[in-house]
């Protein structure tokens, strides 16, 4: 039986993909999508005694970047893709 939780493993093989100079950042809160830094990793125990791994944030007041990109919010499906307004002719002096 799979697990619904994503492993180590899983982790490391989608990582393996990536760029490696990459700075890593951790999506938040899909209702009001931010993107933050990763400060630590911490291996502890859960309460049913299996081994969890924690990815963190920093303490200090730049570890919140701001908000996620809003291509990242909808390819993660945390916003619908949103097209700009159509642009309408300028007034002209002289009310046209």
Known sequence: MMSPEMTVDDLIDLLSA???S???RQAMNPFF???HR???VLQSVDETGRTVVYLAE????HTQLGHLPTEVAVEL???DPVDAPPRRPRRRAGGN
Do not use: I
């Open 18 to 20: 990536c760029d490696r």
């Open 33 to 35: 999508p931010m993107a």
């Open 38 to 40: 990763l400060e630590q």
């Open 58 to 61: 920093g303490r200090d007041e």
């Open 22 to 24: 990459a700075p890593v």
């Open 77 to 79: 499906t945390w916003q």
